[in-house]
C-alpha cells in the first residue's frame, strides 16, 4: 500500500468506537454482543469491517421484521430439504436398480402391451366363436363356448409378471444410421 493509506480490512477499534459509530451506548454494544448480532476480535475489541456488516444485516432483518433467529432456522430448514429430497431421490434410484420400482416409461411399455393383447384377443371373438357356435343350439353349449373365449381373453389382463418390464427394457437397443453424423441414436426394438 502506498503510504498515508491505510487497509481498513484490518482495522480494530474498542467499545467505545462501534458505540459511537452506531449511535448507542457501550451497553447497548454489549447487549449486542451477548444476542450474538455482533462478535468481539478480543476483550472490547472489534474487527471494524465484520462489526459494520452483521450490524447492518441485523438492521435490515430488524426493518423487515424478521429475526435472525428465524432466518438461521428457515435456512437450516431449506438444507434439511434439500437432503431430504436428496435421500428420497437416492431412494428411489436404488428402488430401481433393485427392480422393487420402475420407471413410467416401462410400465406404459408393459401396460401397452397387454392392453393390446387384450384388444387382439376381444376383437378376434366373434371370428374365432362364430365359426364354434355354427351348429350349437343348446344355450348352455353356447354360453360355456363364450365364457372360455372371453376368459382366455382375461386371461391376458391377469398374466402381469414383474419380469414383463425387465424383458421389454432388455429388448430395446441402440441403433446409429448411417446418415446421422453426429450419431444420433433411437431406441428400437430387437423384434423389428
Known sequence: MS?????ISEIVVNTAAIAKMFNLTERRIRQLVEEGVISRAGYGRFDLIDTVSKYV????????????????????????????????????????????????????KVLNHMVMAFRSKVLSLPTKVALML??????????????????????????????????????????VTEDDTKANAKAVSKDS
Not at 503510504?3 to 487497509?7: E, I, N, P, S, V
Open 3 to 7: 503510504a498515508g493509506k491505510t487497509d
Open 57 to 108: 444485516t441485523f438492521l435490515k432483518l430488524s426493518s423487515e421484521g424478521i429475526d435472525e433467529n428465524d432466518v438461521v432456522e428457515s435456512l437450516d430448514y431449506e438444507k434439511w430439504l434439500h437432503e431430504k429430497a436428496k435421500r428420497e431421490k437416492a431412494e428411489i434410484e436404488l428402488a430401481h436398480i433393485k427392480k422393487e420400482m420402475h420407471r413410467s416409461e416401462e410400465v406404459e
Open 134 to 175: 355354427i351348429n350349437r343350439e343348446d344355450p348352455k353349449q353356447i354360453e360355456a363356448i363364450l365364457e372360455q373365449n372371453i376368459h382366455e381373453a382375461l386371461h391376458e389382463l391377469a398374466s402381469y409378471n414383474p419380469s414383463m418390464f425387465v424383458e421389454i427394457v432388455e429388448n430395446e437397443v441402440l441403433e
